[in-house]
């Protein structure tokens, strides 16, 4: 809720006549410079009292509402434009050097005025408005903005408004309150009513936000919109309708892109400017940085002590430094430095309190005549309860340079502790000194630290590439290359504010240069990240180099669509800007998750499933295939469903897990990989050639980013698998021939070995349980370290040609099911109208058992595709029954439990003719039903029974006939 406000502003060429204008932001009225009206816009003169206003006609009636009021006249908005006003608040207007002054606080026209609220009549405050920016642009108008960037009313305002919060959080509406009494005392307070509008609030503190014009640096986008464009339309767009779609058009209106805030948090803009003359300079580098920056007042030198009793025997030495004084070597190689330091002309000497350095020290200052002073934060590392121990003692309990500069001993000190005292001396020294020359003497690791602090390596860079060059000898010295650097209390580089702000330079007119006080909009630090994260300066890294192509541009980036106004844009604004081209080849456009409803997910509303809880039930690869296999992958929105979630986990991940079961229970799993089998076996060379196609299939639409395409291929494919080829080859596992049982076990084991490999990009769980399972760890550790399988040749004539045969025992069971006819009952014949299968006897095979028919005829007179003969013989009706028994015996081997290699006797009640039948077909019977012998007996318990046939129970017992 806010208050709004009718404001009268009297015409300088009318006295006593008003133009009203409106406004929800009372606060921004010292900033009003003009007035916009709608040049087409139907204006009224009107008469209330003594006051004459002008008002839109189609307002009239809402803003007077019921008071009484004489029309004098009518007149166009265009008869308004360029009268001048007198200003209500004339702080400004009384400025005769104020820019623009004269095109002030008059009358403009505007196609942004309407009549659908307010009066018709738009008060103009460039530094509050966009709107308001653009007319003054176009119109040259003054610019005046009397809200500093703290939020209150500048100096210059008068009227006891100075120092005023505009928008106070306690009370939002206290200084609007304080404008409407200053309003009503001008005299130009029409009326004020109270308005729900939406405002803008921080999403942090809920303060009331204020639209502001301010300064900003810009990226000229404008200067390289064409070749951005033309770059646009190398790169793959995935789906290809955005290329030049949203992204392409978004990129054909471009504007220069403002990249500064007025923020402290924030990557610093590294720009500096004279205060004195404006002149500007960037930098980019730390080198550039300290190259141009005030230079060191002193010249400094770092020795390490000479050679220390502990030194004999690699100890540390802390809590008894005190009995820890030079050797005789010690002393003599400590002599022997200050003969060769004779020549530097040493000012003073600052050594460490222990015994060990400020024995060093003494010796030092006695040969070249310079003072001592002892700095405490010299003082070798604290170790803790190491001291006293070897080193490498140290070195075993923190072996990396990350350990030691995070962790420490019990009762030690970190690494960065330690550097942090050490570097304050040095920064105290050089506050204390000018032009001294100075020689610093300390520790192995105290030394080390002020070696590569003061090059300004930071933490991040020193466990990249070691501290082996900062080592020091006892007794060596060597010059110190300090150059200040901006740094943090832990005296780390640290580019960020404040310390960044306090790095100062002199400027070549003799003045000061200081940081600019911006930061870089977040999203250009995104668009530089192919580069940033390299930390690339311009020469050629071993890693990433843009001329040549290595880690530039990336081979695809994947985000949601909403990036194209974000990440996309800034990537590609900055890599054609920096590099001349995109710095992505292919672009995945991922749509919006959403609840199954439709709405955004929200916690409030727990209109989601938990992920974990469908990681739990269905494995995290399910709910990844979902996802893949969704239109979300091209920018589709998506409404998440649990169900799709089941239903991927059902036809996929399970039915292929159920292969790999069948293979482990009923095949030969030895262990280690299998080269591609010998097959002539045409369903083994059938599934061969369509894992082929596989492979080939998920590279092509891979190429391309098709995710959803590899998905629906892996899908065809793990149904032909499981439905078709492992369905047919069943009996195989079963035979008596050795021969048929390996090339169906083989060429199971190979293709499911390869599905593995296909499949672990996009199902990276199962794709190592299948691997394991079935190489039993003798082969590569991971799927995921196997290489890609090889893409060969693949035999479309016998794909299309099984696809045939799949399709006729579809219609041919179609049939079956109209004339009642159960497929365990074998039939006669099949007629088909076109001989497609010529002297392939296997694929009519196929067929024939499938469809459990004897013959194949192929008349071309026939009407239908396939005809079926229905009529069933009695020896066909025999040969039906006894798959059915065949059936009830399999299924009770199931109740009891057996599996395919447990053969067994069993003892067997059953009446004539059945009896008869069984006897007849007795060996196929015993081996399709896993049976070693059939004992005609009497048996009558009701737990003998297992079925009936043709209306005669069967009864059934295992026995053993040892």
Not at 510 to 535: A, I, T
Not at 578 to 593: I, R, T
Request: net charge negative; with cysteine; glycine share 6%.
């Amino acid at each position: 809720t806010d208050i709004s406000v009718y404001v009268k502003f009297e015409l300088v060429d009318q006295p006593k006549t008003f133009i009203v204008a409106w406004t929800t932001t009372p606060w921004t009225l010292p900033g009003n410079v003009a007035l916009a009206v709608g040049s087409e816009i139907n204006y009224c003169k009107i008469k209330i009292l003594d006051d004459f206003l002008i008002v839109a006609k189609d307002r009239l009636n809402d803003v007077f509402k019921n008071e009484k009021f004489e029309i004098i006249g009518e007149l166009k908005g265009a008869d308004l434009i360029g009268k001048k006003y007198l200003p209500v608040f004339d702080y400004y207007s009384k400025d005769e050097t104020l820019k623009n002054r004269d095109n002030g606080w008059q009358i403009y026209g505007a196609d942004f005025v309407t009549t659908e609220d307010g009066t018709g009549v738009v008060h103009i405050a460039p530094a509050f408005g966009e709107d308001d920016m653009n007319l003054g642009q176009k119109e040259n108008l003054p610019f005046v903005q009397p809200v500093a960037m703290n939020g209150t009313f500048k100096p210059e305002m008068g009227d006891g408004l100075a120092g005023l919060s505009v928008k106070p959080k306690a009370e939002p509406q206290k200084t609007d309150i304080e404008i409407l009494k200053l309003l009503a005392v001008k005299g130009a307070l029409l009326a004020k009513e109270k308005i729900v509008h939406s405002y803008p609030h921080c999403w942090r503190c809920d303060t009331p936000l204020l639209n502001y014009a301010t300064s900003s640096w810009f990226v000229k986008v404008t200067a390289i919109k064409d070749k951005l464009v033309a770059e646009n339309r190398t790169v793959n767009w995935v789906p290809d309708n955005i290329k030049e779609g949203r992204f392409g058009k978004w990129l054909e209106g471009a504007r220069d892109w403002a990249i500064s805030r007025t923020r402290y948090w924030g990557a610093p803009l590294p720009v500096w400017r004279c205060g004195q003359c404006q002149e500007k300079k960037v930098f980019g580098s730390l080198a550039e940085l300290q190259q141009a920056g005030q230079s060191v007042k002193n010249n400094y030198w770092v020795m390490r002590h000479g050679q220390a009793v502990s030194n004999l025997d690699n100890r540390i030495s802390f809590k008894n430094e005190n009995k820890d004084g030079l050797t005789t070597e010690g002393k003599n190689q400590v002599m022997a430095t200050a003969k060769k330091l004779q020549t530097e002309k040493i000012d003073l000497v600052i050594s460490s309190p222990f015994r060990r350095a400020k024995e060093t020290a003494e010796i030092l200052a006695q040969e070249l005549g310079v003072p001592i002073e002892l700095a405490d934060g010299l003082r070798e590392i604290n170790v803790g309860v190491l001291d006293g121990q070897s080193w490498t003692a140290y070195e075993k309990e923190l072996p990396t340079i990350k350990d030691k500069i995070e962790k420490a001993p019990d009762g030690g000190e970190t690494v960065m502790a330690m550097k942090a005292r050490v570097m304050a001396v040095l920064f105290d020294l050089e506050d204390k000194y000018l032009g001294k020359n100075i020689l610093i003497v300390s520790h192995g690791l105290p030394l080390r630290a002020m070696v590569f602090s003061s090059a300004g390596i930071d933490n991040r860079t020193l466990e990249k590439v070691g501290w082996k060059e900062t080592g020091m000898n006892n007794a060596e010295v060597r010059p110190l290359n300090f150059k200040s650097y901006p740094h943090n209390a832990n005296f780390d580089l640290d580019y960020h504010r404040p310390y960044i702000d306090e790095v100062k330079m002199s400027c070549a007119c003799g003045g000061d240069m200081k940081r600019v006080l911006d930061v870089f909009d977040c999203w250009f630090e995104s668009g530089s990240m192919p580069y940033g994260q390299n930390h690339f300066l311009g020469q050629a890294q071993p890693e990433f180099n843009p001329e040549t192509g290595l880690g530039f541009p990336a081979d695809f980036i994947a985000e949601g669509q909403d990036q194209t106004r974000g990440w996309f844009y800034t990537l590609i604004v900055l890599g054609v800007g920096l590099f001349g081209k995109s710095p992505f080849k292919n672009v995945v456009v991922n749509g919006m998750v959403q609840a199954e409803d439709g709405q955004k997910m929200s916690k409030h509303l727990k209109n989601y499933s938990d992920p974990q809880e469908l990681f739990d039930k269905y494995g995290a690869d399910a709910v990844r295939l979902y996802m893949l296999s969704s239109p979300v992958v091209h920018a589709e929105d998506l409404n998440f469903s649990e169900k799709g979630v089941g239903e991927i986990s059902r036809k996929i991940i399970a039915r292929l897990l159920n292969v790999v079961s069948f293979l482990e229970l009923y095949g030969n799993v030895t262990g280690g990989e299998i080269s591609l089998p010998s097959s002539h076996h045409v369903l083994d060379r059938w599934i061969i050639s369509r894992l082929n196609e596989l492979i080939a299939k998920v590279e092509s639409e891979l190429e391309l980013y098709k995710l959803d395409r590899v998905i629906w291929a892996l899908d065809g494919f793990i149904d032909d698998l499981s439905n078709w080829y492992l369905r047919r080859s069943r009996d195989r596992f079963r035979s008596e021939e050795t021969l048929v049982r390996e090339e169906a076990n083989n060429t199971l084991l190979f293709v499911l070995i390869e599905t593995a490999k296909v499949l672990a990009p996009f199902a990276p769980f199962v794709a190592e349980d299948i691997y394991l399972r079935l190489t039993k760890n003798q082969s590569a550790e991971s799927v995921h370290l196997t290489t890609w399988p090889t893409k060969k040749d693949f035999d479309q004539d016998l794909t299309e040609k099984m696809s045939e045969v799949r399709k006729i025992v579809t219609l041919g069971l179609e049939l079956r099911m109209s004339a009642g006819i159960k497929v365990r009952q074998p039939l006669a014949s099949l007629t088909l109208r076109e001989n497609l299968f010529a002297s392939q006897e296997d694929l009519l095979d196929l067929i024939k058992d499938e469809l459990n028919i004897k013959e194949i005829i192929c008349d071309s007179t026939l009407a239908e595709p396939l005809q079926l003969e229905t009529t069933i013989s009695s020896d066909l009706q025999a040969e039906g029954l006894v798959r059915e028994l065949i059936r009830l015996i399999q299924d009770w081997r199931k109740q009891k439990k057996l599996v395919a290699g447990d053969k067994i006797n069993v003892k067997m009640s059953v009446d004539n003719p059945i009896k008869v039948l069984v006897e007849k077909y007795l060996n196929e019977i015993k081996q399709s039903a896993g049976l070693l012998d059939i004992d005609f007996s009497t048996l009558t318990s009701e737990q003998s029974l297992i079925g009936e046939i043709a209306d005669t129970p069967i009864y059934l017992e295992i026995f053993s006939n040892e």
